[in-house]
C-alpha cells in the first residue's frame, strides 16, 4: 500500500487546540502559522499545557493575519501581529527569542483565564530560534514548537497503542503535524529521509513523550490514571525517553496536501 499523508494539523498558538487543514504550507520553520504565538509568564517564560492544561481549550483561528481566540467562559480575542508591537526576549526551553508582544487587553485577556499574570508573544519573520545543533544544519530554524519543525506520526502507532489502553486516546494526545496511514505501526522509526508530495524531510529524532500526553484535550484536565503515558512508558523506552513520533526538518517548500504519496527515500 502506498502511504499516505492523512491529516494536516497546525497549532497556531503554542499548547492550544489544533487546526485541521486540507493543505498547509512548508516552509523552513515547519507549517506556516504553526505555533508562530506563545504564552509567557511575567518574567517571560513559555507556558504549557504541562503546567496549565486548560490551554488545550483554546481555540485559534486565523482570520487574515491577524489570530481569534475563543475560550470558555471568556470573550472573543483578536491578536494582531504587526511590527510597531515592541520586542520582549520570551524563553522557550534554554532558547531565547526576541519576539513582539500582544497588547495591554490581550495580557488582560490571558491572565484572567489561567489566573495568574501572562502575556502573549509572536514570532515574526525577524525573530530567530535554531534547531539543537547536535540534530541538525546549520542555519536550520524553529518555530516556538519544542525544538523542531515538525512532528510526524502513523496512524497505525495510535491504533496499536490504544489496542493496549482500556479507554482509547484520541492523535490530539500527541499534537503531530503529520499523521501518515498505509505504514506499520511505528514504521516512521525506521526513515531517515522522505518525500511528502515534492518537498523532502530529513527525520531526525523521535519524539520523546511527557506529561502533556495525559491532558485530555476535550476537557482541560489530567488524566487520572497517567494514560496514556503510563502504557507508553512498558513498551515504548529508549535511551532518548519513551517516544512516539518523529521529529522532520523539511528541505524545501511548498505546500503538502490531504492525500499527498509519501515515498520513503531512506
Known amino acids: 500500500m502506498q502511504p499516505t499523508l492523512a491529516s494536516i494539523r497546525i497549532y497556531p498558538l503554542k499548547s492550544a487546540a489544533a487546526l485541521e487543514p486540507e493543505q498547509a504550507v512548508v516552509e523552513a520553520r515547519g507549517l506556516v502559522g504553526d505555533r508562530r504565538w506563545m504564552v509567557v509568564d511575567a518574567e517571560g517564560r513559555f507556558v504549557t499545557a504541562r503546567k496549565h492544561p486548560r490551554l488545550v481549550l483554546i481555540r485559534a483561528r486565523f482570520d487574515g493575519p491577524d489570530l481569534v481566540l ?3 467562559d471568556m470573550s472573543r480575542l483578536r491578536l494582531a501581529a504587526t511590527g510597531e508591537m515592541p520586542r520582549l526576549g520570551a524563553t522557550v526551553w534554554r532558547d531565547r527569542v526576541d519576539a513582539l508582544v500582544a497588547d495591554a487587553q490581550a495580557d488582560a485577556w490571558i491572565s484572567r483565564y489561567l489566573g495568574f499574570a501572562a502575556r502573549f508573544v509572536h514570532m515574526d519573520a525577524q525573530a530567530s530560534r535554531p534547531v539543537d545543533p547536535a540534530w541538525s544544519r ?7 514548537a519544542d525544538g523542531f519543525p515538525l512532528l510526524l506520526i502513523s496512524a497505525a502507532a495510535l491504533d496499536a497503542l490504544n489496542e493496549k489502553l482500556a479507554t482509547p486516546v484520541p492523535m490530539s494526545r500527541f499534537r503531530p503535524n503529520l499523521v501518515v496511514a498505509g505504514v506499520p505501526a511505528h514504521a516512521e522509526d525506521g526513515w531517515r529521509s522522505i518525500r511528502i508530495g515534492e518537498i523532502v524531510f530529513d527525520v531526525v529524532k523521535p519524539c520523546s513523550r511527557c506529561v502533556l ?3 485530555d484535550p476535550l ?3 489530567f488524566d487520572p490514571g497517567g494514560e ?12 532518548l525517553g519513551v517516544t512516539f513520533g518523529q521529529n522532520l526538518i523539511p528541505r524545501g517548500s511548498g505546500s503538502v496536501c490531504l492525500g499527498d504519496a509519501i515515498e520513503v527515500l531512506a
Not at 546549520?138 to 516556538?144: A, C, I, L, Q, R
Not at 503515558?229 to 535511551?239: E, F, I, M
Open 70 to 72: 475563543d475560550a470558555p
Open 138 to 144: 546549520s542555519g536550520d530554524e524553529v518555530s516556538f
Open 228 to 239: 496514556p503515558l503510563r502504557t507508553l512508558t512498558g513498551y515504548r523506552r529508549s535511551p
Open 219 to 221: 476537557r482541560g484536565e
Open 213 to 215: 500526553t495525559t491532558v
